[in-house]
């Protein structure tokens, strides 16, 4: 039994440890990104740096589709048909927001430094991470907003009616680049 009474919680803890350290990333790259089997199909790349070479070595003449770049997880034991893989790279696009569906792969260290290395790589291509970024403002202008409660929580009270509002405004002035008065804060 752990200090807070749990009796299964180190064994969950340990299943969880073992269970990351079965798990196998590696990278594909497809001449087709909607359907892998047009076109050639490159799998178990072992490094995003390789699946990055891959992907520049593609013939444009050859292209049957929209070409792309994707990473597969696969735990140890299990059928490859229980694989996570999802494209990262898709045409002209670079999808982050695709991953907020999917937590396990998004969250993985391996993912997280891919995403980097193909924003490196890949400059011309368009970031989609639009619901990253508003999840990451929204987070922020919350904070922000129970920062200043806690500060002068009496004045907090007198200038401010509407608590949701008020996140709201903060979140509209975060966007727009308008964070002069928040500096206050940071």
Do not use: W
């Amino acid at each position: 039994m752990d200090t807070f009474g749990f009796t299964g919680l180190p064994q969950f803890l340990h299943e969880l440890e073992e269970k990351a350290e079965d798990l196998t990333v590696t990278f594909t790259v497809a001449e087709c990104g909607e359907f892998h089997d047009i076109g050639a199909y490159y799998e178990d790349i072992p490094t995003i740096e390789d699946a990055i070479r891959i992907y520049r070595k593609l013939d444009p003449a050859r292209l049957n589709g929209v070409p792309a770049i994707g990473v597969n997880l696969h735990v140890e034991g299990t059928d490859c048909l229980e694989d996570d893989q999802v494209d990262l790279l898709i045409g002209k696009t670079i999808d982050v927001d695709f991953l907020n569906y999917m937590p396990d792969v998004r969250d993985h260290p391996s993912v997280q430094d891919a995403i980097k290395k193909l924003v490196e790589a890949f400059p011309e291509k368009e970031v989609n991470d639009r619901e990253t970024k508003e999840q990451k403002i929204q987070a922020l202008a919350g904070e922000l907003d129970r920062l200043s409660y806690d500060m002068d929580p009496y004045e907090y009270r007198d200038t401010v009616s509407d608590q949701e509002a008020q996140v709201q405004r903060i979140a509209e002035d975060i966007r727009n680049g308008n964070i002069g008065h928040l500096q206050n804060f940071l």
